[in-house]
């Protein structure tokens, strides 16, 4: 995959439309099986931060999808690319989607949340002693959720990305902020089997620990 | 302390010219009439403002100091710069209003500066009407300047705030390398003020504050963090919030996108941080509002 920064605030915004042109046409070659613009955001104040995929169908539609993304992603844009893929590489669409139910999703995050917590609590406890108590422990991680959004004949990815104490929040609002690039079709999250203690922070009454989800070979869905 | 405004406190008591005590440093009550020592520098009133003197050589002239205090006086340049006088030396230092326009530009902006095209402008992009305010004042303020706001015409409530002027472009060159590539923290001309504004409005446009239930907890976790794609940058940061403040922070790993997250480690030090430096966005100070009730500090100070 070729990765092309068409602006990373230096510039007006609107110079990205003009860039992206220019990079279409110098760097889509014969080889490039697939394009997409990538778009990252901050949302923050709605709790993530994410980036959007979306797919160029053709090297003259490259300024019509960067104006879409421009005009449509919430937040405050920090960074838009041009993704060239050849043939035999997976695309940011290429993941295992389930289909989209915000209940169950909602259920998912819930549960690795205590299966963080569990593991947290084992894992300060084995380095600590026995002397930190399990309820004073809670676990802290960023957490990664893919989301398959389809508008008319377009299917976007979105990744989110954002702490674990705000998924709620974050994922709630989801639906609603990117409301005008289509509606939520499917989504995948990572199979939180496996942690990684990275760091313990004692702060007042509570333990802190930061765990990392474990990159597994098999975290590619969970159909 | 007598009665009066500070300043004609400080004329009556030392002669010298009343100090424009913006950064809340106390006025000296030591010194002789019409001199300030620092350590071998003297500082004497003269006919339109004040005279640096080191020994027999006078170092410069002033119209007007920010800080007279017998450790340390900031005496003011133009574009918004400042001569730090201490018993160790001189520096110039940026005054707050300017290290906030070169951390608005760090987060949200851009400095176009192509000498061959004849190309210079500053630009500061946000959706938020604050946040722009407030960089529009800082750029009146330094550098007597009103940068236009443009509607980005697809993107809803996206405003950029530009100004083209080789002057504005010329000097802020001097202080960040953001024309050429990712941007820094200007060590070297930051005092703890300015860098208390650097911060402050840093956090503003690529940083979060939050005040968020913890899950399956009572307790709330206030959270102060800052993002971005310069790690670097982000380490100079902790690397300001350790020095200036004695706050430690976390570095997170950075994301295969490659975004960087870092945050204010300590609970204890997180509140001081929205307390002693905040943010100018509307959404950070509610959550400070919220925190500092919950936590019952809202009343202090």
Known sequence: ?223 | MGSGRRESQFEDRFGLGGPVDSFNTPCSEAGKPNQLWIGDYCIERIENGLALKKGNETVGTYREAAVLSPDRALLKLDKGMLLEVTPKGTRDVLSPPKGGIIAFISSDGSITYNRKKSAYQVRFGSKSDELLDKYEEFMKEVYDVEPKRYPHKDREHFFESIKGSKEVVEDLNKYTPKATGDWNVPFDYLDKESARMFLKCFISGDGNIGYYPRYERPSYRLEVRFYSKNREGLKEIADLLDREFGMATRLYKETKEGVSTMEIALQEDRIRYVREIGSFKKEHQEAIDRALEAEGLDEED
């Not at chain 1, 042109?21 to 760097?27: G, H, L, N, T, V």
């Not at chain 1, 931060?49 to 090297?59: A, D, E, F, K, T």
């Not at chain 1, 960074?79 to 998912?108: F, H, I, N």
């Open chain 1, 1 to 223: 995959m070729r990765k092309i920064d068409l602006w990373e605030s230096d510039g007006l915004l609107d110079e990205t439309i003009e860039r992206g042109a220019i990079a279409s046409e110098k760097f889509w070659g014969k080889n490039v099986a697939q394009a997409f613009v990538e778009f990252l955001g901050f949302n923050l104040d709605r709790g993530y931060r994410y980036h959007l995929y979306q797919p160029v169908l053709s090297r003259e539609r490259t300024k019509e999808t960067i104006r879409n993304i421009l005009g449509a992603s919430p937040g405050d844009p920090k960074w838009v690319g041009l993704l060239l893929y050849e043939a035999v590489e997976p695309s940011p669409l290429d993941v295992s989607w389930e289909p989209y139910d915000l209940k169950r999703l909602l259920r998912k995050i819930k549960d690795d949340q205590g299966k963080a917590n569990s593991y947290a609590a084992d894992a300060v406890q084995e380095r600590l002693g026995p002397g930190a108590k399990r309820r004073d422990i809670v676990a802290e991680y960023d957490l990664e959720i893919k989301y398959l959004l389809q508008q008319n004949e377009h299917r976007l990815a979105l990744w989110i990305l954002g702490p674990n104490y705000v998924a709620d929040q974050a994922i709630e609002n989801i639906p609603r902020d990117f409301s005008k690039l289509g509606g939520i079709v499917g989504c995948w999250t990572p199979a939180a089997e496996d942690f990684e203690l990275v760091d313990i922070i004692e702060d007042q009454d509570l333990i802190t620990a930061r765990v990392e989800l474990k990159p597994k070979k098999d975290r590619v869905g969970t159909t």
